[in-house]
């Protein structure tokens, strides 16, 4: 009798029985063994974690942070620069510290940092992350990519500036392509309307409070002329100013800023009230018709976000504790993990 022929008695059945449940137990006990070694060698991608660094550069925090406590004190237009930069590099292809490549000399392929909507980040925010890069590489060479320093010290200068001091997450690696052609839709305008900000912060994963949230980081900081003129003598077409702006503040920008022919270099402050402290009131500014810029007046106008607006104008520590959430959420937009999509630079201005 062939061994795959069956008889039909009752002891054969049984025996077959046995059998079967015999080889499925042996089965199982396979398949959990395959399972179980795929599983312990097979490595997961590493989260962004606080900690990420607790052992290949356990000092990392203090030393970005003596890079920036000393470049606030020199100048302290360092630290809206820098939040500033991190806000940049986030909105375009992640946080992975593109913002931070410099063209290559004769290339008619500009990086990220020479887009028109870049142009008018301060040095100051580039050195510091440079100089916090050159100081950790000192003490942990090719361990910490650009990109973490950029997070580590944009809150540093939040912190410093009488802002939350809120755990950084780390663990980005820096991204392999930085083009000047990719800013231009990804960055916010001085004159968007609620909707398109709205629009460009839901495309990064960032709803309307996140919006209303991380536009407080105008608390300190300073915007150029071109940014609102339009506002102060021809908002809209109209040939007029912004309704929307206290006459006096009006008054005072227009010394500054003439509609033709003024120094570019002249800058105001988007909050008139304490532009060098981290704090609430740009958003009691916002209700006293004191924005800056039309896409920050534009968010106590909209009753979407008035609400919020209000709500933060009345209570500091409530801002601080969103602004944190917000900051951590808006810092892991586009984070590249591993060799294959990302590198660990050791000179932040060029690819490895």
Known sequence: MSVLSFSSSSSSSS?????????????HIYTSFCLA????????????SA????KSCPQLEKLVSSITTQQFKAAPVSGPATIRLFFHDCFVEGCDGSILIESKAGSKMLA?????????????GFDSVKKAKA??????PGVVSCADI???????YVHLAGGPYYQVKKGRWDGKISMAARAESNIPQANFTVDQLLKLFNSKGLALEDLVVLSGAHTFGFAHCHNFVSRLYD?????????AIDLRLLKALRMSCPQHGGNADIVAPFDVTTPFSFDHAYYGNLEAKLGLLASDQALFLDPRTRPLVQTLAKDKQKFFQAFAMAMDKMGSIGV???RKHGEKRKDCTRHM
């Open 336 to 338: 590249k993990r591993g």
């Open 112 to 124: 990220e940092k020479d887009a028109a909507v870049n142009k008018d980040l301060r040095v100051e």
């Open 135 to 140: 100081l950790v590489e000192s003490k942990c």
């Open 150 to 156: 950029l997070a580590i010290a944009a809150r540093d």
């Open 51 to 54: 900690e990420y660094y607790s």
């Open 37 to 48: 070694k795929s599983i312990n060698t097979t490595r997961p991608h590493r989260k962004l």
């Open 15 to 27: 025996s077959f029985t046995s059998l079967s449940l015999s080889l499925l137990f042996i089965l």
């Open 235 to 243: 908002y809209k077409g109209s040939k007029k100013p912004d309704p």
